[in-house]
């Protein structure tokens, strides 16, 4: 991929108060989907609160990138049920990772992305300079359902050889 800008690392945490769409509980995973590329969780047995702790790492080639996310309720003998779905923008995040802020102090927030119209945050999210990486964590109202709201964090990888940001 010559346009590779490097990899974007989506960490899965949990779901908070996820919808009920078997008799009382759910089966809830995560897709994540960017262009042609899906990638989805593992499958929770039995919980609106999953823990799922799953990295799934995207390829960016367009920091304008609109990220989608979907969660499902996994079914054995039908098509699986629709748990809300969000999405948000990488821009901001890509826009920190352009400034090159090796010898920041670890914590430092760099910038702070304000819940709105134009993505799914539950509130306030902080681009943080933290290990030697540009690290956000960010909470999404799930939409297109009666509650739920899943919790992510980024992660920037650099490759070697990439056109880089």
Known sequence: MENLLGLL???VER???LAVRDVVSSDPYVVIKLG???LKTRVVKKNLNPEWNDD?????VDHRDT???FVYDKDLFSLDDKMGDAE???GPFIEVVKMRLQGLPDGTIVTRVQPSRQNC???ESHIVWK???VVQNMVLRLRNVESGEVVLQLRWIDIPGSRGV
Do not use: M, N, P
């Not at 799934?56 to 960016?60: K, Q, V, Y």
């Open 9 to 11: 690392r989506v960490h």
């Open 15 to 17: 779901g908070i108060s």
């Open 36 to 38: 042609h590329q899906k």
């Open 56 to 60: 799934l790492t995207l390829s960016i």
């Open 67 to 69: 990220i989608k996310l």
């Open 88 to 90: 948000f923008e990488i």
């Open 121 to 123: 945050l539950a509130e």
């Open 131 to 133: 290990d030697g990486k």
